[in-house]
C-alpha cells in the first residue's frame, strides 16, 4: 500500500517562498503521476503541479513561474518549491499518487483531477500572511 508523508509546510508573508516535501513508500514501478494538490477553506481541492514517469510537469496557471515540482531520481520523493507566495496560495496541501499509468493522463499528467483513482497523503498546511 502506498505511502504518503508530506513536511514543510509553514507560515510565510507574501513574496516568502517554502519548499514542501513529500517521502512515498511502496510505490512500485514509478510508472504513474505524482503531484501536489491544494484546498482552501471553502473552495474545492486543485491539482497544484503534477510529473508524470516521463519527467513531464504540468502547473495549474495561477503558480506556473512561482512553483517548481521536481522528484529525485528514485522517484520515491517529491518537492515543490513555491516562490513568490500571494495570499491565495495559502491552504492544505497535499502529496497524491495516481493509481492510474500517467500515459493515459495526458502530458505533464494535465489531465488528472484526483476525484478519482488518486491515494493522498495528510496534508501540510501553508498559510501566508501581510
Known amino acids: 500500500q502506498v505511502q504518503l508523508m508530506e513536511s514543510g509546510g509553514d507560515s510565510v508573508q507574501t513574496g516568502g517562498s517554502l519548499r514542501l516535501s513529500c517521502a512515498a513508500t511502496n510505490l512500485g514501478t514509478p510508472k504513474y503521476c505524482m503531484g501536489w494538490f491544494r484546498q482552501a477553506p471553502g473552495k474545492e481541492r486543485e491539482r497544484v503541479a503534477s510529473?508524470?514517469?516521463?519527467?513531464?510537469?504540468d502547473y495549474h496557471g495561477s503558480v506556473r513561474g512561482r512553483f517548481t515540482v521536481s522528484q529525485d531520481n528514485t522517484k520515491t520523493k517529491l518537492d515543490l518549491q513555491l516562490n513568490n507566495l500571494r495570499l491565495d496560495d495559502a491552504g492544505m496541501y497535499y502529496c497524491?499518487?495516481?493509481?492510474?499509468?500517467?500515459?493515459?493522463?495526458?502530458?505533464?499528467?494535465?489531465?488528472?483531477?484526483?476525484?478519482?483513482?488518486?491515494?493522498w497523503g495528510q496534508g501540510t498546511q501553508v498559510t501566508i500572511s501581510t
Open positions: 497524491a499518487v495516481s493509481r492510474l499509468p500517467s500515459i493515459i493522463l495526458g502530458r505533464g499528467c494535465r489531465n488528472w483531477s484526483g476525484r478519482e483513482h488518486t491515494t
Open positions: 510529473i508524470a514517469a516521463d519527467g513531464a510537469t
